[in-house]
Structure formats: structure tokens, C-alpha cells
């Protein structure tokens, strides 16, 4: 188990030059026959579209946002698009002459992009106008956090920046130590808008940041390194933190589940599992993609397991998203999974196309799937 997790953490170092399909072991079982799993879900394809280069790896941050009756997306080449999300039309596209490594987030009338090459970059909503550039200290590599007119971004160096949403200005900077070896990549600011920007480090502590002028408000270790080398001390928390009320669901690899108290950082309860693929809630349990991509439940209030998904291991796979009495993740071969919410069984396998580069999105009662053969939307029947 020890030297698997290894193996995955080195290729995850190494993402910028390989794909996530080069992570799969050969002693792993094969994948799941699509033909046997064939049930009935409730949801068909609506329509498609092709949104620009998108790298199958983990090392980027590319999402696509659902907000509204719109969805964006953007790609490594600098095209960011927006569209109906009921029919798939282009509402409009920009080629942006920098490149991009995570995003984007869409709030206040604002999309927000993180650049390659130290740089966030604020458009226009309506129409993709460039609003702002703001230039920080390195690659943004997971998209940024919006709320109460504040950009929050982590940068790959470790530090967070807090930027103003209407210019771009910077009003303040966090600075942490970073370990000597790390994964690519990184986790999603999480904003609670007026109280805490919230952040995951690479030296596996979770963050509480005051909004206004960045002071740390409280730290808490979700997870100690171990071990003498430094690949067996990575604990990086690469899985987006989940705010479900008034907690906070984190995870890290080589490390633990956490729910955090929002508040005070307390942690509530805590549970060993290596995850950076990330994690969903909701009012019962907390859903974990680990990183031998078996998929888990949890209950919510005691951390206990509820099910344990196996039949996936062969394969690559995102975190977990909740679409009625589903569990989706997608996988490195083309394939969207359906796992049963109730006890983890598989129900569905559906050939999307491609290599998902994202979990899936959910969003007013469609779903939206990522991979580097573009995005595709499903609604219900």
C-alpha cells in the first residue's frame, strides 16, 4: 500500500509531462464492463461543445462553472468561453494572449482565471471584456474563490493573495513555508463571505484567513508528516475543503479526513485516508475519492464508514459529485460513473469520450462533464 501511494505521488510530481491515465498500476484489476452496468439514472446528453486545450492531468485547475442560465468554461491557450446552459449556445469567446492554468470562478458580474505565468485575470461576464490583470508571485494553479467583492488565489509558492474584485488591486498577501517536495497542483480557497478565507497548504494544514486584511485567524493540522524522505512526508491538501453549515470537510494525501469547525478550526472528528482527488457532502455523509481511487462514504457527524466502492481501482478517477440519489465520478478512461448514494454500488457506467480533467458539475438540475474532448451537458428526461 505504502510503495502504491508513492508511485501515485511521483506521478502526480510529474503531471505537467504526463497524463493521468500513466498513473494506473499494472497489478490493478481491469475496469468494470460498461455493458453490465446499464441502469436507468434519469439523465440524457443535451448537448456538447469543444472549449480549447485542456491538459488530462491533475497538475491544472480547470472547472467548468455553471452560474445561472449560463456556464463558462477556459483552456490552457487562453480561450474562455461562455454558454447556454440549456442548448449549448455560444454566448461568447475570447482568446486571451496569456496562457492559463486554473479556472475559472464566476462571481459579482466577474470571471476570474489564474495564469501560467503569475498572473489572475478578471473579465467581464456579459461579454468577456478584460476588466483587470493582477500580477502575483507565481502560477495560480486552482481557481480562486469570489465573495463580498474579494479575489482570494493561492499561487504555487505558498502564498495567498486577497485582491480587489472591481480592479484587481492588491489589498493584502499571506506568506507560509512550503515543504521541499510537493504536489502539483493545489485546492480551491474556500470563502465565507465576511468571516474566513480558508485555505489548504501543501504542509497539510487547513488555513483561516480574516478577509479584510489577510491576518491568520486560525491553523489547524489536518496532517503531520511522516516518514524520512520527503516523498513519504508529502501531505498536501490538493482536494477542495467543503463547507457544508457550519463545518468544514477537508482531506489530504497521506493524511486524514477532517471535519473542521468553522469558526474556531477545531477539529470535530477525524479519520485516516490518503485523498487529493476531492470529496462532496451532504446532509448525512461525506463522500472521498482516496488515492487508490476506491470511492468512500462517511458519516457526516461521526466520521464512521458507510460503504467502500472497490470496483473502480483500475482506473483514474475525479472526486465525487452528488446528482439526486447518485454519486458521480468520472474516470481517466472516457467513462462517467454512477454510483448509488445509499450503498456504493455501481450502477451506470457512460461512455462520455475523452479524459476527465475535472469532477463533474451539478447545477440546476444538469450536470456538466469536463474532459480534454470538451464539455458536455446532461439534463433530465
Given amino acids: ?168 488591486r492588491r489589498q493584502w498577501m499571506f506568506e507560509q513555508s512550503q515543504p521541499a517536495l510537493i504536489l502539483r497542483g493545489s485546492s480551491r480557497p474556500l470563502l465565507l463571505p465576511g468571516l474566513l478565507a480558508v485555505v489548504g497548504t501543501s504542509n497539510g494544514k487547513l488555513i483561516g484567513l480574516a478577509p479584510a486584511d489577510g491576518k491568520l485567524v486560525w491553523e489547524t493540522t489536518v496532517a503531520a508528516p511522516q516518514g524520512r524522505s520527503d516523498l513519504e512526508r508529502m501531505v498536501d491538501i490538493n482536494a477542495d475543503p467543503v463547507l457544508f453549515r457550519s463545518d468544514i470537510y477537508v482531506a489530504s494525501y497521506q493524511g486524514r479526513l477532517a471535519a473542521v469547525d468553522a469558526g474556531s478550526g477545531r477539529i470535530r472528528w477525524d479519520r485516516e485516508i490518503s485523498a487529493h482527488a476531492g470529496l462532496a457532502v451532504d446532509s448525512s455523509r461525506v463522500y472521498v475519492t482516496d488515492a487508490d481511487n476506491r470511492v468512500w462514504a462517511f458519516d457526516r457527524f461521526t466520521g464512521s464508514a458507510v460503504w467502500r466502492q472497490d470496483d473502480l481501482r483500475g482506473l483514474v478517477l475525479t472526486g465525487p459529485a452528488l446528482a439526486d440519489e447518485f454519486v458521480l465520478v468520472g474516470d481517466d478512461q472516457g467513462y462517467l460513473n454512477w454510483l448509488s448514494a445509499r450503498d456504493g454500488q455501481l450502477v451506470r457506467r457512460e461512455d462520455i469520450g475523452g479524459i476527465f480533467v475535472a469532477k463533474p458539475a451539478v447545477h440546476d438540475g444538469r450536470i456538466f462533464l469536463l474532459t480534454d474532448d470538451g464539455l458536455t451537458s446532461l439534463r433530465r428526461r
Fill in 1 to 168: 500500500m505504502r510503495k502504491a501511494l508513492l508511485a501515485l505521488a511521483l506521478a502526480g510530481l510529474l503531471a505537467g509531462c504526463s497524463s493521468v491515465g500513466s498513473n494506473r498500476g499494472a497489478d490493478l484489476p481491469p475496469p468494470p464492463e460498461a455493458s453490465q452496468y446499464r441502469g436507468e439514472v434519469g439523465f440524457v446528453e443535451a448537448w456538447q461543445a469543444d472549449v480549447g486545450d485542456l491538459p488530462p492531468d491533475r497538475g491544472f485547475g480547470f472547472v467548468v462553472a455553471p452560474a445561472g442560465e449560463q456556464v463558462f468554461t477556459a483552456a490552457a491557450d487562453g480561450r474562455v468561453a461562455a454558454y447556454a446552459a440549456d442548448d449549448g449556445k455560444l454566448l461568447w469567446e475570447v482568446e486571451l494572449k496569456h496562457k492559463l492554468a486554473s479556472g475559472p470562478t464566476v462571481g459579482e458580474g466577474v470571471v476570474v482565471l489564474g495564469g501560467r505565468d503569475g498572473q489572475v485575470i478578471g473579465l467581464d461576464a456579459t461579454d468577456g471584456r478584460l476588466l483587470w490583470l493582477s500580477g502575483v508571485t507565481s502560477e495560480v494553479q486552482a481557481p480562486v474563490a469570489i465573495g463580498n467583492g474579494l479575489v482570494v488565489a493561492r499561487t504555487i509558492d505558498g502564498r495567498v493573495f486577497g485582491l480587489d474584485l472591481a480592479s484587481g
